[in-house]
């Protein structure tokens, strides 16, 4: 099965060795991600849901580029750096995924950029008709 590379027309390409998303049959893995804008730069400085509201945009996106819906994302992992985030985050979570949500992991750690205040990947199954 061949993997295919996944781009986002709202980001930058990474600046590290990695692809923001990849396909392997109906399978989608998307790589951690943070709030930028098209140039690279931090949204949200210091705005919990202004940087939640910007990753779930750029998720919807990547899933949209294969047919797919936010729907068909079945698992997540949201990283955050303070756990007084947490009911924030979730109340803009719950605005994507207003029903049957993916399965999550929510786990408090450091990110790679002090202004990031949140960071998620995910897991999308997308069925092709």
Aim: net charge negative; no cysteine; glycine share 6%.
């Amino acid at each position: 099965m061949a993997k295919k590379v996944i781009k986002s027309k709202s980001l930058p390409e990474p600046k590290a060795p990695y692809s923001m998303a990849t396909m392997a049959g109906n399978t989608m893995y998307i790589s951690g991600l943070v709030a930028l804008d098209k140039q690279g730069e931090v949204l949200g400085k210091g705005d919990i849901v202004a940087q939640i509201r910007r990753i779930l945009e750029i998720m919807k996106e990547l899933v949209a580029v294969e047919g797919g819906e936010l729907s068909d994302v079945t698992k997540t992992t949201v990283y955050l750096t303070s756990f007084e985030n947490y009911s924030e985050m979730n109340n803009v979570y719950r605005e994507f995924f207003p029903a049957e949500p993916p399965a999550r992991a929510t786990v408090k750690t450091e990110l790679v950029n002090p202004d990031f205040l949140v960071e998620v990947d995910a897991i999308a199954v997308i069925e092709r008709t």
